[in-house]
């Protein structure tokens, strides 16, 4: 179809590994969005890219996470040195500029 | 930075009742869009609203935007327990593209 996807949509990890996340936007979206959604919670902003423009990387919790975005299509987040707390719901969202946000169906990350 | 609150937290009601979420932002907002995420599933695009005191209605659903543009409320007539799930009000402000979702209202509906 042409909606958002990503992978893996389950990933389970040990401590202090490495994961990486994939996010696949609909093709001509120029905003994409990544958030965590911790069980029963609502949505923790992580980062935001729009276009060219440097991303905005306020919501990140520390740095063990990044994400990058190539080519203005996909993005993929990095979260080195996972932590239990890190365990989560990542949903990645994008948008045409600013409006109506298109969510992907999430990874479910648990690290043991 | 802007902060987009929302109440209650939780609501659990009859079938049949009625049931009201309401968002209110620190800042003034550009517009306001709704999303319901069901259980197990991801946040799916309901409305936006855009003008100072506009009302938009799709069926048992009503929304509003404050006069202010600083507030909406969603308000379900007759729930169904196929409104069960959270809903999540989320606010542009008049700077930015990057939306700032509330922490939703979780609603439980039992027949």
């Known amino acids: 179809g042409a909606g958002v996807s990503q992978s893996p949509s389950n990933k389970v990890t040990e401590k202090g590994k490495d994961v990486e996340l994939r996010c696949d936007p609909i093709s001509g979206h120029t905003a994409l969005y990544w958030y965590r959604q911790s069980l029963g919670q609502g949505l923790e902003f992580l980062i935001y890219f729009q276009g060219n423009s440097a991303p905005d990387k306020s919501g990140l919790p520390s740095d063990r996470f990044s994400a990058e975005r190539t080519g203005g299509s996909v993005s993929t987040l990095t979260i080195q040195r996972t932590q239990q707390e890190d365990s989560a719901v990542y949903l990645c969202?994008?948008?045409?500029?600013?409006?109506?946000?298109?969510f992907g169906p999430g990874t479910r990350l648990l690290v043991l | 930075g802007q902060q987009v609150m929302q109440i209650p937290q939780y609501q659990h009601v009859q079938e049949g009742e009625d049931f009201t979420t309401y968002c209110n932002s620190s800042?003034?907002?550009?517009?306001i869009q709704w999303y319901k995420q069901r259980p197990g599933g991801h946040p799916v695009f309901l409305i936006q609203?855009?003008?100072?005191?506009e009302v938009k209605k799709q069926k048992r659903l009503t929304f509003q935007f404050g006069e202010a543009k600083k507030n909406s409320s969603l308000h379900i007539t007759a729930t169904q327990t196929t409104d069960v799930g959270t809903y999540f009000c989320a606010g542009h402000s008049n700077s930015g593209y990057a939306l700032n979702f509330g922490k939703g209202t979780s609603l439980l509906v039992t027949p």
């Open positions: 969202a994008s948008s045409w500029g600013g409006e109506t946000q298109y």
């Open positions: 609203l855009v003008k100072s005191g």
């Open positions: 800042t003034t907002l550009s517009n």
